[in-house]
């Protein structure tokens, strides 16, 4: 369940897809009237979705299966990987609403129909909302500042994350928090549907939140003695957590018989508690330590697994959702192709190229462009998340001794045409400087890459990328659909079958391999400390 949409995707146990369908939420329901699968208000910087719009891509999907021609029969597990950070808002009528899903005589009609009375907001704060910046101080302030909270949950305090949306959402709309009676993510929200229950949360997902204490694995009392109950704590809300990768990934029980009456699921079908979209994607391969996964989507992700806990507030550190004792780091910019698509139109249209949505001039520009540590630009249409910064477009110029600095001296940039390059240099080079802790090579630098997401199709900008970072053993790309339901997909079959091997054996037992990038290995490191130390100095001028 992505931001935009919804895909349904069934591979065997060998890994091999057998089928793929999607549904996107703009295009596919209409009448919910969202804009890339949300509803924005600029002013207020709130970013939300709606819920009933999901369950009815829930349903759309199981048709879609249906209408292929499979056979729903044959399907012996499912989990899903969900856009992080989301909250759902159940009521007490859920309890009634999701058992609903498993009586044969009220499992009649449509899924938004059923659970219609079940919520006690319709709306579902998506992660791309940047209005809760009084809460996020709370929550710092309740613990002893971005370091604390950063050691406890993973992160410093970040406007997406689910507690200062639920803080916020107590203090301005006290009559829905106090409806409440679960708070959902959307990977145990779509899991409840599945099964027709409240489930617990997962555990690689639930630090998304910025109130798990990852080290006690427990929720932090001071983060959520700052909901102050009166009579209905914060934790009852939200409910039990999968503690360990066992519980996160045996099956809480077996499909709603809704699924199984309208679309012929086989009934002993079991549901394997889905997880985030960004631990998902770390699952649809076996990462050694130091292979850094970088997703060229919507948003870029940089996900890399790590045996040490070292938080940081300059990025994420999330359980790993299958194997105790690891984790997931992450850096999510929301700036990624939209910042890349811009830069390509202006390029195309001085260029009077004639498809306008062809990269061939762009990437001709990535390797005709001198390479530069010097200049840095900053290209962010949307609010970014790292920095924390309000959309802006920056370039700036700096002397060979790194001492002055010129700022958006349009007149020494070649635009649009040096915009290709420096914009792959600068989201690569804020990738380097905050992996390069997680990283315990040598030179802090990654084994492999795997490039996935939209923008690995395009091996120029996977080779420039490459170029900055510098893999020891090269970039890899990966032949999948779409990495993060292709991960759930196996963490179905994992589930599945349990008792079973560690995942590590599991997932090398059947993996078959990704393509090498031409021309990544054994790269110069052109760009060393110089340009890192540039980029730093630029970023505090932003
Ligand atoms: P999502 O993150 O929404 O799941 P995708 O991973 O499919 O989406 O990424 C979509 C983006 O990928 C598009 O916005 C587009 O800019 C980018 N993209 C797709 N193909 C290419 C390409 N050949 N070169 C550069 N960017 C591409
Ligand atoms: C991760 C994040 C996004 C969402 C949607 O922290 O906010 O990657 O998971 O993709």
Known sequence: MSTQQLKGLIVNENFTPICHVKVEFDVDLPQYKTHKGVYSNDELHEVQAP????????DLVFHRLVEQGINLKNLRGISGACQQHGSVYW????????GCLNNAERANGELSTI??????????????DHSTSKECQQLEDAVGGADELAKITGSKAHHRFTGPQVLKLKNNRPDIYKRTYRIALVSSFLTSVLTGQHVIHDIGDVCGMNLWDIRHCQWNEKLVG?????????????????????TSNYPVGRIASYFAQKYGVNSECLIVPATGDNPGTILSLPLEPNDVIISLGTSTTALVVTEKYVPSPLYHLFNH????????GMLCFSNGALAREQIRNSINAKYNVSDQKSWEKFNELLTTTNKETNKIGFYFPLSEIIPDTAPTVKRVQWSDDGETCTEDDEKSWNLPDEDALRIIESQALSIRYRLSPMLTTENHQPRRIYFVGGASHNKGICLAISKVLVPIE???????????????????????????????????SKWTGAKICEGSQNLEDFYGEKAVNMFIKSEKIL
């Open 321 to 328: 959702p299958v194997t105790d004792g690891e984790y997931m």
């Open 115 to 128: 659970l219609g009375d079940s919520f006690a907001w319709d709306l579902s704060p998506n992660w791309q």
């Open 474 to 508: 090269g970039s890899y790309t990966l032949d999948l659909t779409d990495a993060c339901a292709t991960g759930s997909a196996y963490k179905s079959i994992y589930g599945v079958n349990q008792p079973s091997a560690n995942w590590n054996d599991f997932i090398n």
């Open 51 to 58: 819920v009933l719009m999901w369950l009815d891509a829930l």
């Open 91 to 98: 009521n007490q009528q859920s309890v009634d609403g999701l």
């Open 226 to 246: 700052l909901f102050d109950d009166d009579g209905s704590p914060v934790t009852e809300k939200l409910g039990p957590v999968g503690t360990d990768g066992q």
